[in-house]
């Protein structure tokens, strides 16, 4: 049981290349979540997926789009890379039971991006 | 809006020393709330959670929290500290939007361990 999994680890872009980052999640949850980390700053959510089939705004989506390509799979794309997405981005997933427990997620590992 | 307040963005205490982070929040409704830890290089780890009932919880590691709603805050304490629990900690409170649970972070304590 892997949990949440991310691909890449690490990756270097230069500004105006585009990348997607994958995340899979082998728990079989309903909900999945991409957040970007930056120091200071906590967690900020880009793009959640309350569902297969389902993707929603979060805090800051601007520059990036996202595939919800079945109930594993939750994908980020960057279609133009800059500099000011050099960040670490996490995925999460969470079982969208109704009650508090659905709000309690679990993390992947992170992939850390620099944008040059 | 929600908001969640960690005041602390960085403490030092010394191994075998208590431990107590401190998290704010504000949030209309009965908050559901979250602390959890990241170790150096890793993803998040959930520590511990308030849904309702008894005011302190306890977690992982040996922590626990406590809910105070008079003071919209859920501090997480520790009564000796590890070298090991050297990391970030984040405090989150959950809100609905819309069909989806979402979590708003603070923005975290870096936790130093001098031996």
């Known amino acids: 049981n892997a949990g949440v999994t991310q691909t890449p680890k690490f990756q270097v872009l230069k500004t105006g290349q585009s990348m997607t980052l994958q995340c899979a999640q082998d728990?079989?949850?309903?909900?999945m979540y991409w957040y970007r980390q930056d120091p200071g700053m906590g967690l900020r959510l880009i793009y959640y997926?309350?569902?297969?089939?389902?993707?929603d705004k979060g805090e800051v989506p601007n520059g990036y789009n996202v595939s919800r390509l079945n109930k594993r799979e939750f994908s980020l794309r960057l279609e133009s890379a800059a500099p000011s997405q050099t960040s670490v981005y996490f995925c999460?997933?969470?079982?969208?039971?109704?009650?508090?427990?659905?709000?309690?997620?679990?993390f992947g590992p992170g992939t850390r991006l620099t944008v040059t | 809006a929600q908001s969640v307040t960690q005041p602390d963005i960085h403490i030092t205490v010394s191994e075998g020393a208590s431990l107590e982070l401190r998290c704010n929040y504000s949030?209309?409704?009965?908050?559901?709330l979250f602390w959890y830890v990241q170790s150096p290089g890793q993803g998040l780890q959930l520590l511990l959670k308030y849904f309702s009932g008894d005011t302190l919880v306890q977690g992982i590691k040996g922590f626990e929290a406590e809910f105070k709603r008079s003071q919209s805050s859920f501090n997480l304490r520790k009564p000796s500290v590890h070298w090991s629990d050297a990391a970030e900690y984040f405090c989150?409170?959950?809100?609905?939007?819309?069909?989806?649970?979402?979590?708003?972070f603070g923005t975290g304590t870096r936790l130093q361990v001098t031996l």
């Open positions: 949030y209309g409704a009965t908050p559901y």
């Open positions: 997926s309350a569902s297969e089939g389902t993707t």
């Open positions: 999460a997933s969470s079982e969208e039971r109704r009650g508090p427990s659905s709000y309690e997620q679990y």
């Open positions: 989150a409170v959950g809100v609905k939007s819309g069909t989806a649970s979402k979590l708003t």
């Open positions: 728990m079989n949850h309903n909900s």
